[in-house]
Every structure is written in structure tokens, then in C-alpha cells.
């Protein structure tokens, strides 16, 4: 199967000389065509006809994969696992969006063009905007365009607001003292209008609720209530353990490449070990809700991406991945996101990954007042053939 490829040009300008240029070829993330596959198995057993049996939200018929873009100031090597955008973002492009703001730039609709294997997207900098360092171009979704929202649905339920984690290849969502475990199959049957399967087990007082916090880890779910975190194995969700932490926890995610739980206060985040034994204090107001990465050192908090940076000792705010609502959880399953999010993002499955394409410059460059810029992003398709 054919693959997207791209190469980014940037030329900075002054005095309308050439002072500096770099360019590169980008990568596409590997979660996008493997989820996208997989999205499109799943509608062959989708409904969509006057019956309206067919409950999915999805972003994917409506809104494009690569309409933004962003610059960051990361310099890591190429890494195909990373979901999220690394750096702090220097300034945001959006496809026939023009703006005069200092962290935004404006889209050339004469020099750039769309047909059917190849995209130029041509952005310009005016002396005033994308002033600072960056080595990392990155193209992502723009479903709510010009506020950059990489929370692009696949199999959603319209409507449904349940905090879920997942494990063990089952989704687990609390409600009122009970867990409900049920299989992807099973939320596509949902999705579908038809009678699906889900099993409830009852765990009474132990603080659960249809808002409880949910993470996994070591076959067992574990839960946070009030100063205090619960947790129960899979295997017999009514074996509940208390981990007394002596302050009001908010939210909790396990991160699999630490090895340890971030618990989410008023005031601070906490880095606890699987033992909760406390490792880390991060002060600052950082919302409600808290999701680790899988495979790199960062969390969501709210709709924002922050960096674990150990030798700080701080979280460092990255790109938004939701504009509009704060992700109440997130988690992963291969290569979807399975998370929920307030009044716009409904429960269900996520592209897992914050952005579509990201091109390393061999170089960091430096654009200062005096001078403009022009990037130019191609995305070039190996032309398909329609007869076989």
C-alpha cells in the first residue's frame, strides 16, 4: 500500500535576501494508517441508513489529517512510537487561515495547491510572527480550525459521557459502587443500535461513581476516592485494596515507561511508585484530570501535553491535543486512543496519536524581527492505481 510522503522547505528572509534555509523529509505516524485500516474494517459492520442504527461519531468523512501545522523547538531524533508533539510550540499554520497574531502565521493561497497525489501548503511569516528557535515541523488535524484540536474521533458514541480505562483487552467504566468491563467488539455492537454484551460487577463502598477516575496496571484496576486510592483485580473486582495517600485526589494514570502512577491534586501533581511510595512533586495548577503516555515521559493534563523534565523537576506545557473540551481520561489501545472528554468529546475511540507528520530539521533555525519566512510543506501520494 502506497504511503504519504513529505518534505518541508523554510527560508528566512531579510531584506528580501535569503539569510538562512533547511529543509527535510518528514515521517508520517504509524498509529494514523494502522488505526485508519482498522476504522475502516469496523464500518463494514456499520449502519448507515435511514434506520439511523448507526450511533458513531467520527471526524474522519469531514476533516482533514494534515490542514495544520506546528513549530517546536524539539530536537529528538526520529521516534515512530511518539504519540504526542515534543517541544514548546513557537507558532501555529492552518490551511486558508490567515492571522496577524505574533504565535500564528498566515496561509499563501496563491503558491499553494491541491490535486489528486500531491498538496503544497505554502506558509508566510510576516517580522512580527514565529520570532524564536524551532527544529520540529509538525502537520496534524485541525477538526475546529483556526484552534488547533488533535482529538480526532473514529468510533465514538454520540452522547455517551463514561470515564473508561482499559485492560486486558476489556474497557472498564464506573458507575454508581459498580465496574462495567466490556470488549472493543462489544462497543462496535453498541456503536451499531444492537443488543451488545457488557458485564457489571458490583463493588459497594468503595467510592464509585459515574465520575471516578480510572487507571490500570498489573491486571487490576485502580481508582482514586477522595483521599484515598482503591484498587481490585480483574479477576475478582470485589477483592478491593485502599492505599491511604492522605490528601484529596482528583485524578490517577499509570505510566507504563516510568513504572509509576501520577496522582493529580488541587495544586501539585504527585509521581508515586507502584507502591505508592512518593517519587516526585510537581507544583502548579494543572486542572482536573490526568493521563500518562504509554511509551514517552509526558501526561495530559486537561487538554494540554506537558514533558516530565526530571533535571527541572517540572511538567512543561506543550501543545494543546483538544481545543475545545479537557480529556477527562485517555488510554491506549494499540493504535487508538480510548478516552472521553466533557461536552464535545464523547466516550470512545481516538486516532492515538496528537499529529499526523513530523519533519526534523538537520539544523535549529533562528528567525528574529527583522525578518520574514516562508515554509513550504509538500505532501506527495505515489499515484494509485484505480483499475487494479
Known amino acids: 500500500m502506497p504511503h504519504v510522503k513529505g518534505h518541508v522547505a523554510v527560508d528566512v528572509m531579510e531584506d528580501e535576501r535569503i539569510v538562512d534555509h533547511a529543509e527535510h523529509d518528514n515521517y508520517v505516524s504509524p498509529f494514523v494508517y494502522n488505526a485508519l485500516r482498522k476504522y475502516v474494517n469496523a464500518q463494514f459492520m ?31 531524533p526520529v521516534n515512530t512510537r511518539e504519540r504526542v508533539i515534543h517541544g514548546t510550540p513557537l507558532s501555529y499554520g492552518f490551511h486558508q487561515y490567515v492571522s496577524n497574531n505574533a504565535n500564528e502565521c498566515s496561509f499563501n493561497q496563491d503558491e499553494s495547491y491541491r490535486k489528486a497525489n500531491s498538496l503544497r501548503f505554502v506558509f508566510d511569516f510576516s517580522t512580527s510572527q514565529g520570532n524564536g528557535t524551532f527544529q520540529s515541523i509538525y502537520s496534524g488535524p485541525s477538526t475546529n480550525n483556526p484552534a488547533y484540536k488533535a482529538g480526532y474521533e473514529l468510533l465514538t458514541g454520540y452522547n455517551v459521557r463514561w470515564t473508561v480505562t482499559y485492560c486486558d483487552g476489556k474497557i472498564y467504566t464506573p458507575d454508581t459502587d459498580r465496574l462495567i468491563a466490556f470488549t472493543v467488539d462489544d462497543w462496535i455492537t453498541r456503536l451499531n443500535g444492537d443488543t451488545w454484551n457488557s458485564q457489571t460487577v458490583q463493588v459497594p463502598n468503595a467510592g464509585l461513581n459515574n465520575r471516578t477516575s480510572l487507571t490500570a496496571y498489573n491486571h487490576s ?18 477483592d478491593v485494596t485502599t492505599h491511604n495517600i492522605g490528601d484529596y485526589c482528583q485524578s490517577i494514570s499509570y505510566s507504563a515507561i516510568r513504572d509509576s502512577f501520577f496522582i493529580l491534586f488541587q495544586n501539585e501533581v504527585r509521581e508515586y511508585s507502584t507502591s505508592f511510595q512518593l ?3 510537581f507544583t502548579g495548577d494543572y486542572g482536573y484530570y490526568i493521563s500518562a503516555m504509554p511509551e514517552e ?33 485517555m488510554t491506549f489501545i494499540g493504535d487508538f486512543a480510548l478516552a472521553y472528554g466533557g461536552e464535545y468529546a464523547f466516550t470512545g475511540l481516538y486516532l492515538g496519536s496528537q499529529y499526523f507528520s513530523r519533519a526534523r530539521l538537520d539544523k535549529p533555525v533562528t528567525k528574529n524581527s527583522r525578518q520574514t519566512m516562508k515554509i513550504t510543506y509538500d505532501f506527495n501520494l505515489p499515484p494509485i492505481d484505480w483499475e487494479h
Not at 461519531?57 to 494534515?66: E, H, I, K, R, V
Not at 483521599?227 to 483485580?233: D, F, G, L, M, T
Open 279 to 281: 517519587k516526585k512533586t
Open 221 to 238: 484496576i485502580y481508582w482514586a476516592n477522595r483521599q484515598s486510592i482503591y484498587s481490585a483485580p480483574v479477576s475478582d473486582l470485589t
Open 46 to 76: 456499520m449502519l448507515h441508513d435511514g434506520t439511523k442504527l448507526y450511533q458513531n461519531g467520527s471526524d474522519f468523512p469531514q476533516c482533514a489529517l494534515n490542514s495544520a501545522f506546528i513549530l517546536t523547538d524539539y530536537a529528538g
Open 297 to 329: 515521559n509526558s501526561v495530559l493534563l486537561d487538554n494540554r501535553v506537558y514533558e516530565v523534565d526530571d533535571n527541572a523537576n517540572t511538567l512543561k506545557p506543550c501543545a494543546r491535543w483538544e481545543s475545545l473540551s479537557p480529556f477527562d481520561c
